[in-house]
């Protein structure tokens, strides 16, 4: 478009210089000032389209990944209670209602240990007691766990949720979970042309792929694929 508008402004200056009358001339000049106002418009519009979608962009996932932080921290919780990770949304929200969590101290005793032929030693053992019990909605006031399932901005659309195990030494199987929904939803009616260049994105500053997640299927992890900044005071971090 811009080089087609560089052509006829050519076009038009050639014309004017060889054939057309001077009392004409002021017609071209008109011509040539919208033609250049519009290259101005165009230029212009190129260089600020791809800054405005980078900050709406940033808007967008900021929602969404809000939303996911809770997925991640309701997932976590579960798994302090019950050992294991779920994908049944409705009985999540219903546990961060009415689970409790068990509050513990562990302490070092020592005790006499009996080895036989009247040899007996003190061994330090540790030893881990439940003192009391907390909600655990504590941990969501203020957060809207009940919608945290629905992806921000999308009509309808909720993110996916799976569990798997990953066998983190021979023989040991470890829960995982996955909560993920695809960029292409949460950015569409913006630039076709930069959604996909978004999709493709791999710098380590940006959320790379297709999908913006928390969690992992493949690895044991409970952090996301977005970068620190969109983390303020606290993020995951990859369990050892």
């Known amino acids: 478009m811009i080089l087609a508008a560089v052509l006829v402004a050519v076009g038009l200056a050639v014309v004017v210089v060889k054939y057309l009358p001077l ?13 250049s106002i519009f290259l101005g418009f165009k230029i212009y519009n190129g260089i600020m389209e791809p800054i405005n979608f980078n900050k709406d962009k940033v808007v967008r996932y900021a929602k969404v990944v809000k939303s996911l932080k809770i997925i991640r921290d ?3 919780k579960h798994y302090e209670v019950t050992g294991n990770y779920t994908k049944d949304k409705a009985s999540l929200i219903q546990f961060i209602d009415s689970a409790q969590l068990a509050l513990t101290e562990t302490k070092t005793v020592v005790v006499k240990e009996d080895r036989g032929g009247g040899v007996v030693i003190d061994v330090e053992k540790r030893i881990t007691d439940t003192i009391g019990y907390e909600p655990v909605l504590k941990y969501f ?23 798997g195990t990953v066998e983190k030494v021979q023989g040991l199987l ?13 950015l569409k009616g913006m ?5 996909k260049q978004e999709i493709e994105a ?13 969690g ?15 983390d303020k005071n606290k993020g995951a971090k ?3």
Do not use: C, H
């Not at 470890?174 to 949460?186: G, I, L, M, S, Y």
């Not at 992992?216 to 969109?230: A, C, I």
């Open 202 to 214: 791999i710098e380590t500053d940006q959320i790379k792929g297709e999908y913006i997640s928390v």
């Open 23 to 35: 009392k004409l001339r002021w017609i071209a000049s008109l011509l040539l000032l919208i033609v």
């Open 238 to 240: 990859k369990d050892k």
């Open 174 to 186: 470890v829960p995982t979970f996955e909560a993920k929904t695809e960029k292409k939803d949460v």
């Open 141 to 163: 006031k203020d957060r809207d766990y009940r919608n945290m399932f629905l992806v921000p901005g999308v009509a309808g659309k909720e993110f996916d949720l799976e569990i």
């Open 216 to 230: 992992s299927l493949d690895e044991v992890t409970t952090g996301g694929n977005w970068p620190p900044s969109y």
């Open 74 to 76: 309701a997932q976590v």
């Open 191 to 195: 630039n076709i042309s930069l959604v």
